[in-house]
């Protein structure tokens, strides 16, 4: 398991900007999730989120930007799926996305330094959650690690920390980051990201 521990002990390592920045993409892959609960379950209206985690890139790519997070984060807030309304699995991650974007904001507004963090382990733990619940049989840990959709969210991740160590804070970063996210056209489990 050292490589897992290994990439939340660099993610804690981020601070400020590099954070939010890991957090946001990471997000970009987690957010088809959402929208397709929204959809299959007519919870609610997911554009909230879509907009919401726009104002994260915009903050990201112009600092100065005045956007009202306290207020993005009631309106997300409002829109978080109760796992005991649903008998679907598609309400877990749909969860989990609704918990890194408060988290995500919670970074932006130096309320939890640990947000990117908790991302990271929401997107991992989303991943291994998922392996598990479509697996025929209980699954080793072993083999849950051995898991292509885990293997690609771990890349992913090592990836991410690879790029911010060396680019810089700009809207160019940003949208380097963006493409990372939405390149294989799949959220982190594997749902297709449409166009």
Known sequence: MTKKLNIFQQVRDLTGWHA???SATLLE?????YV???EVSEFADPS???KTLNSIWEWLAS?????NFAAQLEKIEDLVP???DYDNYGVYPAIDVAMSMSATILLIQNEDLQGAVVV????QGGVEAFIEASAEQTLEADEIKQHPLMQWEIETQQELLVLLNK???NAETCHQLKTLATAEGMSNIGIEIPD
């Open 82 to 84: 109760d796992a005991s």
């Open 36 to 38: 397709l609960f929204c």
């Open 29 to 33: 892959r987690m957010l088809p999730n």
């Open 63 to 67: 600092p100065k930007s005045k956007i």
């Open 20 to 22: 939010v920045a890991f």
């Open 120 to 123: 990271s382990k929401l997107s």
């Open 48 to 50: 909230q989120y879509r």
């Open 167 to 169: 680019s810089p804070k």
